[in-house]
Nanobody, 120 residues
Framework: QVQLVESGGGSVQTGGSLKLSCAAS????????RGWYRQAPGKEREMVSW????????????NYADSGKGRFTISTDNAKHTLYLQMNSLKTEDTAVYYC?????????WGQGTQVTVSS
């Protein structure tokens, strides 16, 4: 079973940047679709960015929610089994708990989440 551990969250002011990391325990992670979701207080969990994979380590299509286009960049280091989310020009509305997730062999796996707080 793959386990995911996020890090890199914190508190920043508007316009600042953060880079989230998601370390996976298993190599299979690099062969699975994976990405980032977030959940703000009182709101439903929403997709931030998703990286498709088609059973190989080659990165497939990448999707971003409209809210993060042009500001967020997802990337991966397969050798380290790690997924990243670079977030620039942060806004107060980006405040949320950010979750790393993977859809692997038909099962969703989630990390514990990391808090991102953006203040004006």
């Amino acid at each position: 079973q793959v386990q995911l551990v996020e890090s890199g969250g914190g508190s920043v002011q508007t316009g600042g940047s953060l880079k989230l990391s998601c370390a996976a325990s298993g190599y299979i992670f690099s062969y699975c679709g994976r990405g980032w979701y977030r959940q703000a207080p009182g709101k439903e969990r929403e997709m931030v960015s998703w990286m498709n994979s088609y059973g190989t380590t080659k990165v497939g299509t990448i999707n971003y929610a409209d809210s993060g286009k042009g500001r967020f960049t997802i990337s991966t280091d397969n050798a380290k089994h790690t997924l990243y989310l670079q977030m620039n020009s942060l806004k107060t509305e980006d405040t949320a708990v950010y979750y790393c997730s993977t859809l692997c062999r038909g099962s969703w796996i989630w990390g514990q989440g990391t808090q991102v707080t953006v203040s004006s």
